[in-house]
């Protein structure tokens, strides 16, 4: 008898793991790939462990003698002794959030005791690491000067692949959704997928033949698709894109089947995977708790698709920026307002009063970024609202702020 290949192991796995998934949370749609943002004043504050690092430990206690969770706790105190001030705060917090994101994710995931070259323009990052390979990890720190760069490193990222979505434990997502929004983070991206072991009816061409009557258009729009893979007759290894990454929604409809098991692949599995950016949306924490519902909003045909997968739901839309209700922008704006007279009004009247013009200039040309709960709009959609809000709560009495100039 033959021994299974290695492609054929890890695809077995990976089906019984999405099918135990979806036994636990009744739902076919699985949250394959996660991203999100949280500002550092509301990141987790480390542990006393890691913010006073223990004196070195005598060699004569052998790493042997400890169990690999205690050498990479070990490993981790003694490297945070050489962080240098400045990055310090930063990178504890990182690891703490790196540390509660394993917790969330189940056993057989922690944190790699060793500080990496950053991606996506962070400095460093701590990896995510499961049976011996990064499948996540957490930025922190910019690695350049740009204004934009930093206002990134004010904030620290969490980018899980999907192999990390695919062997955490059941309902991790649920229990991550609470943590987002404990810690105030903005997710950018989250891809919901739908398996089909035993394939979409009619196949790759049924894909292609739906995009040409116009099922998959949108709002009266057809989408920009592109197909990949080997489209003549009886071809494997096909994917169908429509969507946009730029807009923020893509979809990639593709032989996953192939992609697991290669090119002998006789299982006819399919996926449709819809991919959510934040480029011009904002992404709910809800889409954690209830993803089929939100990839049956992306248009007809995914709540059509979804249907014919046995599953039937309400529809949730992730509509894009311009659409954000002004009654939103209005009560951050009043928020914003309120929180200038009630709590810094004394200490800016006395910057007015006491500083020079041209420090208050160059201190204000420097703030290039919106505060964090009006960054979500664009400066002149706050600039519209902002100074009416500004009159009316000066006038309502909060911004009488008692301070008299000598």
């Given amino acids: 008898m033959t021994k299974p290949s290695c492609l054929v192991l890890e695809g077995n796995e990976v089906k019984l793991r999405?099918?135990?998934?979806?036994?636990?949370?009744?739902?076919?749609?699985?949250?394959?790939?996660l991203r999100f943002t949280v500002n550092l004043r509301h990141a987790p504050v480390p542990t006393v462990e890691h913010l006073f690092p223990a004196p070195e430990v005598d060699d004569c206690l052998s790493r042997h003698e400890l169990d690999e969770q205690s050498r990479r706790r070990l490993d981790v105190v003694k490297l945070l002794r050489g962080i240098?001030?400045?990055?310090?705060?930063?990178?504890?917090?990182?690891?703490?959030?790196?540390?509660?994101?394993?917790?969330?994710?189940?056993?057989?995931?922690?944190?790699?005791?060793?500080?990496?070259?950053?991606?996506?323009?962070?400095?460093?990052?701590?990896?995510i690491v499961r049976a011996g390979a990064e499948c996540g990890w957490v930025g922190y720190l910019a690695s350049g000067d740009s204004p934009r760069q930093q206002a990134q490193s004010k904030t620290l990222h969490v980018n899980l692949y999907g192999n990390a979505c695919t062997f955490a434990r059941p309902g991790w997502p649920e229990e991550m959704a609470g943590y987002l929004e404990d810690h105030r983070a903005v997710i950018t991206r989250c891809d919901l997928a739908l398996d089909f072991f035993d394939?979409?009816?009619?196949?790759?061409?049924?894909?292609a033949s739906d995009y040409d009557l116009g099922l998959m258009d949108h709002l009266g729009h057809r989408p920009d698709h592109n197909c990949v893979g080997a489209w003549r007759p009886g071809g494997k290894g096909r994917s169908f894109y429509f969507g946009s990454k730029a807009a923020g929604k893509q979809t990639n409809v593709y032989d996953k089947g192939v992609q697991l098991y290669g090119k002998q692949d006789a299982t006819g599995w399919q996926r449709i995977e819809l991919r959510y950016g934040s480029q011009k949306r904002l992404l709910p924490v809800d889409m954690l708790r209830r993803p089929a519902h939100f990839f049956a909003g992306a248009s007809n045909w995914h709540a059509l698709l979804l249907a014919e997968h046995g599953a039937v739901v309400i529809p949730e839309p992730v509509k894009t920026e311009p659409r954000l209700p002004v009654e939103t922008l209005q009560a951050e704006c009043t928020r914003n307002a309120r929180w200038f007279f009630s709590t810094a009004g004394k200490s800016a009247a006395l910057a007015f009063l006491f500083m020079d013009l041209e420090t208050i200039?160059?201190?204000?040309?420097?703030?290039?970024?919106?505060?964090?709960?009006?960054?979500k709009f664009s400066r002149d959609e706050v600039k519209r609202v902002y100074q009416q809000v500004f009159k009316n709560v000066s006038a309502s009495g909060v911004g009488r702020v008692g301070f008299q100039a000598a």
């Avoid at 959030?97 to 944190?111: P, R, Y």
């Avoid at 160059?362 to 964090?372: D, V, W, Y």
Wanted: with cysteine; net charge negative; proline share 6%.
């Fill in 18 to 33: 999405l099918e135990a998934e979806r036994i636990h949370t009744l739902s076919p749609v699985h949250v394959d790939w």
């Fill in 84 to 127: 240098p001030d400045p990055d310090f705060a930063a990178s504890t917090q990182a690891l703490e959030l790196a540390n509660n994101v394993c917790e969330i994710l189940g056993v057989g995931f922690h944190v790699d005791p060793e500080i990496k070259k950053g991606h996506d323009f962070y400095k460093h990052r701590w990896s």
């Fill in 199 to 207: 394939g979409i009816a009619g196949g790759m061409d049924r894909v």
């Fill in 361 to 375: 200039s160059s201190f204000i040309e420097n703030c290039a970024e919106l505060p964090g709960r009006l960054s």
